[in-house]
């Protein structure tokens, strides 16, 4: 019988104390964890030949052995040699790593999800503001050269999109929120087909001042189809996005959008919620829909 096999090593573990305490042989549920083992090492290192060996031990509990049970028991130093060597077993290591991974956290200790790190959070800002795709880190060449120059581990897309992108968009949303305040403001909104075939409507809105204004891409969503009862929804969402608080009815003045029959219903139901509203349809797309027309008629 070999050394480091479990059969050899489980007499070591009876001798700690599981068998006189609970008077039976203990099954293997009611076994001293790898990591425990660790513990009770500790007081037989300190310890020359023939010891005693005294203490209390954290147990969750089982049907066998109540939680927190006592050991308490005369450990001879052949025992304790017994004890040291499967330490050294690789079973008692691959068994310390899976223990301290489902160790338990308490409130007050960070966690690897809630450590935030400043590089992250800088590198993923700064490829959605490149309209650089998260997903290219998946490409080796482009981690190396990052890795190499920044002296950083580059971490996966999926980190950066679950972790740090929500906070960025978070940012971003309070900006224009602080942006435009309560100054009366225009909007358009198109749908447009995505690779995978799926219709996306975007929202963009404006200031309405004397001075020129960038254009804000305010929201994005995946309609289900494209009529005008969807468009309205999309339309009070992004309303409900800038101003959380309380939609600012009279602030919205314009609706833009393209000259498509459900749009101009869509128009026409959004004016009476919003009094102020006015819908106009884009003069391209007209020009578009004439040129239609024309080429139907002329084919020749």
């Known amino acids: 019988m070999s050394p480091g096999s479990s059969t050899d090593s489980y007499p070591a573990l009876a001798h700690i104390g599981l068998k006189k305490n609970l008077g039976k042989t203990p099954t293997s549920e009611a076994r001293f964890s790898c990591v425990r083992l660790n513990v009770a090492t500790e007081y037989l290192d300190s310890c020359e030949g023939d010891s005693r060996v005294d203490g209390r031990l954290p147990h969750a509990g089982t049907p066998d052995m109540p939680a ?31 223990n301290s991974k489902q160790r338990q956290l308490f409130l007050t200790q960070p966690t690897t999800s809630n450590v935030r790190s400043e590089f992250n959070i800088d590198l993923c800002r700064s490829l959605i503001s490149a309209d650089i795709p998260l997903y290219k ?12 120059y920044t002296q950083h581990t580059i971490p996966d897309e999926s ?86 608080k309380g939609i600012m009815y009279d602030n919205v003045l314009f609706f833009i959008s393209d000259a498509a029959p459900y749009m101009v219903k869509a128009g026409q139901a959004l004016s009476v919620v919003y009094p102020k509203l006015a819908h106009f349809t884009c003069v391209a797309h007209a020009f578009h829909r004439v040129a239609e027309v024309v080429r139907d008629n002329f084919l020749k």
């Open 68 to 98: 927190g049970i006592a050991f308490s028991c005369a450990v001879s130093s052949t025992q304790k040699f017994l004890v040291q060597q499967h330490i050294t077993t690789s079973k008692h290591q691959a068994n310390k790593q899976l």
């Open 137 to 148: 880190l998946k490409n080796k060449v482009f981690r190396e050269f990052l890795e190499k």
């Open 159 to 244: 980190t950066l999109r679950k972790t740090y992108a929500p906070s960025i968009y978070d940012e971003t949303i309070q900006k224009i929120r602080d942006e435009i305040k309560d100054s009366s403001i225009w909007v358009s909104i198109d749908e447009t087909p995505d690779k995978e075939g799926r219709l996306v409507g975007n929202v963009v809105i404006g200031l309405l001042s004397e001075q020129y204004s960038e254009r804000i891409l305010l929201h994005c969503d995946v309609l289900e189809k494209c009529n005008n009862k969807t468009i309205v929804k999309l339309f009070n969402e992004a309303m409900g996005i800038l101003w959380p």
